[in-house]
C-alpha cells in the first residue's frame, strides 16, 4: 500500500492532469470530476484519500463497499461523510446493502435492477441516483447492448415507474487496449448515446458521462467526459 504522502500526492498530480485536459479540450474548469476508486484498497487508503480532500469514491463490490463504507459514516470524527459510487455489475441480492451505503449506482445494465432499487430505497425511504451502462466495445461484457433496450429502460423511468430513482446520465469502460482510435471509439460511442438518448427523453435529466480510468482518460475527456473514475494512478496496484 502508498503511503499517505505518496496518495495525496497522487491525487495532485492526477487532479493537474485533468485540469490540463479540460483546457486542451476547451471544455470549462472544474467539468470533470473524480470519483477515487478504492475497491480493493484497505479502508486506510480511503482515510488518506479524504485527506486529500477528496470525499467521491467508487468501489464495485458491494460486499467490500459496505464494510468499509459502515465503518466511515459511523465515524463521528470524520470532516465529512463522503460519498460513494457503485461502478461493478450489481447482483439482486446486494441491492439491499448497495442502497444503504450509496448515493448512485452507475452500473444499472437491466431494468430488473432498477425495479429492485426502487423496492429497497422506498423500504429505507431513501432517493439514489443511477447512470446506465452501456456496452461500447468489444471486450468488454456489461452493459446495455443495444440503443432499444436502453430506451426501454429509459421509458419507463420516463413514466416515473421508479420515484425513487434519478437517472443522470450514462457510464462505459472502454476496451483494454492501448490504441487510442478505439478507445476514442469507445467514448464518442457513449457520447453519441447520450445525446440521443437526452433528445428523445428531455423530461429525463442524463447529462453525466461516466467513462475514463487511470490509463485513458484523458481520451476520455476529449471525448466529453464529466466524471472520470480513476483508481490505480491514485492508489497504486490493487492488493489482493
Ligand atoms: C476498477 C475500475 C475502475 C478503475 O480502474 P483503474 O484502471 O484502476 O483506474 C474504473 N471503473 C470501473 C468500472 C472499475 O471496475
Not at 432499487?117 to 446506465?132: D, G, H, P, R, Y
Not at 425513487?164 to 478505439?182: K, S, W
Amino acid at each position: 500500500m502508498l503511503s499517505q504522502s505518496e496518495i495525496i500526492e497522487n491525487f495532485k498530480k492526477i487532479r493537474e492532469q485533468i485540469a490540463q485536459a479540460e483546457s486542451n479540450a476547451s471544455r470549462p474548469s472544474g467539468s470533470v470530476s473524480l470519483c477515487a476508486v478504492s475497491k480493493f484498497h484497505p479502508i486506510d487508503a480511503i482515510y488518506d484519500a479524504m485527506q486529500a480532500n477528496q470525499f467521491l469514491f467508487g468501489e464495485n463490490r458491494v460486499q467490500e463497499a459496505y464494510l468499509k463504507f459502515t465503518e466511515i459514516a459511523n465515524d463521528k470524527t470524520i470532516a465529512a461523510v463522503p460519498q460513494l459510487h457503485i461502478i461493478g455489475s450489481l447482483q439482486l441480492n446486494k441491492v439491499n446493502h448497495a442502497v444503504q451505503i450509496a448515493s448512485c449506482i452507475q452500473s444499472i445494465d437491466r431494468v430488473e435492477l432498477l425495479k429492485e432499487i426502487e423496492k429497497q430505497c422506498a423500504k429505507q425511504n431513501k432517493t439514489v441516483s443511477v447512470m446506465f451502462e452501456y456496452h461500447t466495445g468489444e471486450e468488454s461484457k456489461s452493459g446495455y447492448k443495444t440503443y432499444d433496450e436502453l430506451c426501454e429502460t429509459l421509458s419507463l423511468c420516463k413514466e416515473n415507474a421508479f420515484p425513487h430513482i434519478v437517472p443522470n446520465g450514462f457510464m462505459t469502460m472502454a476496451p483494454f487496449t492501448e490504441d487510442e482510435r478505439i478507445l476514442h471509439a469507445s467514448f464518442a460511442k457513449l457520447r453519441t448515446v447520450s445525446e440521443a438518448a437526452q433528445k428523445q427523453f428531455p423530461e429525463l435529466s442524463l447529462s453525466e458521462l461516466s467513462m475514463g480510468m487511470s490509463n485513458d482518460f484523458k481520451i476520455a475527456i476529449e471525448e466529453g467526459s464529466t466524471m472520470v473514475r480513476i483508481g490505480t494512478a491514485l492508489f497504486g496496484p490493487r492488493e489482493q
